[in-house]
Structure formats: C-alpha cells, structure tokens
C-alpha cells in the first residue's frame, strides 16, 4: 500500500475511533466485559451515591417503558445466596443491566450507567485508551502544519475522551480540536458530515475523513469530503469494487501532506 497524499487546501482531518485510531476489538473484549464483571461490585459500592441512585431510577423507568410496550422483560429468579434487601435490589438491577445488554439496547438509563462505570475505571487506571502506535506521532505532525483534527464516533463524546484521556500513550485529548458523536447524525448518513463541515468552519473538500467503514465513506464522499480508507487487523473486509475505489491507508504514517508550508 503506497503513501497517500492530501491536497494542500485540506484544512482538517475528521477521525473514527474503532478500527481507525484503535483496534476494533478494544470495545468488544475490553470495554464491554469490564462492565459485566464488575456491575455488581461497582452497585454495591455505590448504591448509596446520588450519581448511583440517578443511574438506577433511570434503569427502573425504562424497564417500566419496556414492559408497558410488552417488550421482552428478564425473568427474576429468586437467588438463594442474596440477603438483605439492599443485596436483592442489586441484584435485580445486575440481571435488568444484563439482560439489555444481551439485547443490544442503547437505551439512554444503560449508556448512562456504562458511562459512570467506565469513568471509574479509567480514572482508577483499570482501563486505558488503546490506540494504535503510528497514531499520536502522526496527529502531532499534522498539527505542527496547521491542520485541525476532530473526532467521529458512535461512542458518547464522553467515552471518547475518557479514551484519549487514559490512554495507554497518556493523556493526548489536548491533540483534538473537537469531538462529534451521532447527537450530530448517523455516521452512514451524508447530512452528518455537512453539518460537521459547518461545525467545524471548513469547506468539505477541505476536510479529509479516516475511517475502517464503507459506508461511513460513501456518505462522507456524498457530503464533498476527502476520504480515505483505513485498512487495521480486525477490521471488516472490504468488497474489491470498495478496495479498488478508495484510497487505503494501513497506517496514519502513510498520509504525506503536500503543498503545505
Ligand atoms: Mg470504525
């Protein structure tokens, strides 16, 4: 894979998270695990704290909404091993955040609570930020020639800065200029970008936008955006019409800028 050049009048770059500043499996074998291992212990330490409380009022509400709607409810079997009453509704509270997970809800209640767990973990340094190694280097490079870098994800703007915050390279959230996640549009959608484009101040095609996933480049392609293709171990494969349309990269250091001072 050759180095790819952007034109000179690319004023900032646009970046993805999972499978392009960081391996793809960092949220499914890390992130995610760690809060089903740990729920119940982070519960009873802080059952009794008014972030804790909110968490789990919200978790009740929208388990009420769910069983208003008839959607399927866990089932709740009485646990012999569980009792005082506080360690029954723990309990409970572990088997609703399961189940939603199992069921791949993105309701608010559960990204809300998985959000104050991973908080926790990360400040407490069991949990750090992976990103790939040719990364920061290459961010810093781009910066010392003036363009500006912003993020894209699907993860709350929140979770993306915990990862940059703790990542295993320190603290590098200060090498982004900004954050957007899908309160701004689905990431398969062209609008989204257009509205990134005005957020940021920058015309489209001054913008060159890296991600893993076709589809997020087609739109972003539709949008007016430079886009390249980002090629990690792990990622989805791409089809030959996909491989042979965009412009692949294996890793950021392969971005040369021309024409820039
Ligand atoms: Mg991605």
Redesign the pocket.
């Known amino acids: 894979m050759a180095s790819v050049s952007i034109p000179a009048c690319t004023g900032a770059l646009l970046l ?5 500043t960081t391996p ?1 499996t960092f949220v499914k074998d890390i992130l995610f695990p760690y809060i089903r291992e740990h729920l119940e212990d982070y519960l009873s330490t802080h059952w009794e704290e008014d972030e804790c409380k909110e968490d789990v009022h919200l978790l009740k509400k929208q388990i009420e909404e769910d069983m208003k709607q008839n959607r399927a409810c866990p089932v709740h079997v009485v646990d012999q091993t569980v009792h005082t009453d506080e360690e029954k509704a723990i309990r409970k509270v572990v088997e609703d955040v399961l189940w939603q997970m199992a069921a791949d809800r993105k309701s608010t209640a559960l990204k809300q609570l998985q959000g104050h767990m991973w908080r926790a973990a990360y400040a407490s340094g069991r949990i750090k930020g992976e990103i790939y190694p040719d990364v920061v280097p290459s961010i810093k490079k781009w910066r010392e020639r003036g363009l500006k870098v912003y993020i894209y ?1 699907s993860g709350s703007v929140e979770a993306q800065k915990l990862l940059f915050r703790y990542s295993v390279e320190g603290d590098v959230l200060e090498l982004f200029d900004g954050h957007f996640d899908t309160t701004i549009g689905a990431k398969v959608e062209a609008k989204s970008y257009e509205r990134i484009a005005e957020k940021i101040g920058c015309q489209p095609e001054e913008i060159t936008f890296l ?3 076709a589809r ?1 480049a087609k739109a972003a392609e539709e949008a007016g955006f430079n886009v390249l293709v980002v090629v990690r171990p792990g ?1 989805l494969e791409l089809t030959d019409e996909e491989s042979a349309h965009y412009n692949l990269i294996t890793s950021f250091s392969q971005l040369q800028l021309t024409g820039r001072a």
């Not at 993805?16 to 392009?20: K, M």
């Open positions: 993805d998270i999972e499978g392009t793809i994800s991600t893993d996933v997020e990622n």
